[in-house]
């Protein structure tokens, strides 16, 4: 029955700043800052946090150009934070908090705080405070970048988890799956390629390899195409490890990282 359930998004619908931070909440999945905000420190007690923009649990946030004044030690060095309060039962529902401790509050972060009015809180930076100034004043805040990766190589060349491929690396995806569906190499007739070396056409890239010293069981190689890591070898002592990759006309194939590995050899296939 649609007593028990409202469809927000229709015409003449209600949508409020609740739901709007759950649907970014749930499309973004980070807190942090934006733009700006970036931290310095101007001397004596003196934080300096610059304009900028930031998100917390869906909701944006705009800070503005100001200095905080944070409490001094009163006997020994002492550590101390600058973080943000949400707190959506509150009138005030986003504060900056000072804090000079050696007790630091942990972070509060409610994953379910759009659902239940509930606190979360974002540290922006730490620092040490004497009796007389601030020392190692860091900023600590997450900076939340482009979160779809647009191209294959964005990807390889990522270590953040959590990110999106965009459409155009989809397409990369696909095109790649295709190739190999619909590819005729002369698996009989692979040629050695020295490295670094521009493909003149299509062709399978094979790199095999051995460990060359024993007992060491950490060793890898990394087959590079255009600069990035694509596959990576890690054979164990005197067991083989091979790894192959679908380059193309004009990429550039090459080596690197070679750490107590061996090369036995690196071949192209190309098509019939």
């Known amino acids: 029955m649609a007593d028990y359930i409202t469809m927000k998004q229709i015409p003449g619908g209600v949508v409020t700043a609740k739901d709007d931070r759950i649907v970014y909440d749930a499309n973004m999945a980070d807190s942090g800052i934006i733009y700006g905000c970036g931290i310095s420190y101007v001397g004596n007690n003196m934080i300096h946090i610059a304009a900028g923009y930031g998100i917390i649990k869906g ?30 039962s ?6 900056i908090v000072k804090e000079t401790t050696n007790s630091l509050h942990p972070m509060v972060q409610n994953a379910n705080a759009n659902f239940t009015n509930g606190i979360y809180e974002l540290q922006l930076c730490t620092f040490t405070a004497t009796t007389t100034a601030l020392e190692d004043v860091t900023q600590t805040f997450e900076v939340i970048q482009n979160q779809v990766l647009d191209t294959m190589a964005e990807i390889m060349a990522n270590t953040t988890a959590g990110l999106k491929a965009g ?5 990369e995806v696909s095109e790649n799956l295709n190739a190999y569906k619909n590819s005729n190499y002369d698996y ?24 060359v010293e024993s007992g060491k069981a950490n060793g ?16 164990n002592n005197s067991f083989p490890s091979t790894v192959s990759f679908h380059a193309k006309k004009g990429d550039v194939i090459s080596i690197q990282d070679i750490i107590y590995t061996s090369i036995r050899w690196l071949k192209a296939y190309y098509k019939d």
């Open 220 to 235: 890898y190689i990394s087959l590079t195409v255009n600069g990035v890591i694509v596959a990576t070898a890690e054979p």
């Open 188 to 211: 009989a007739n692979g040629v050695d390629i020295t490295y670094p070396t521009t493909l003149a056409k299509d062709a399978l890239i094979v790199l095999d390899s051995t460990g």
């Open 167 to 171: 459409a155009l690396a989809l397409k």
């Open 59 to 88: 909701g944006l946030f705009e800070m503005e150009d100001h200095t905080e004044y944070v409490d001094l030690a009163e006997n020994e060095p002492t550590t101390g934070q600058i973080y943000l309060h949400l707190d959506l």
């Open 90 to 95: 509150a009138d005030d529902k986003l504060t």
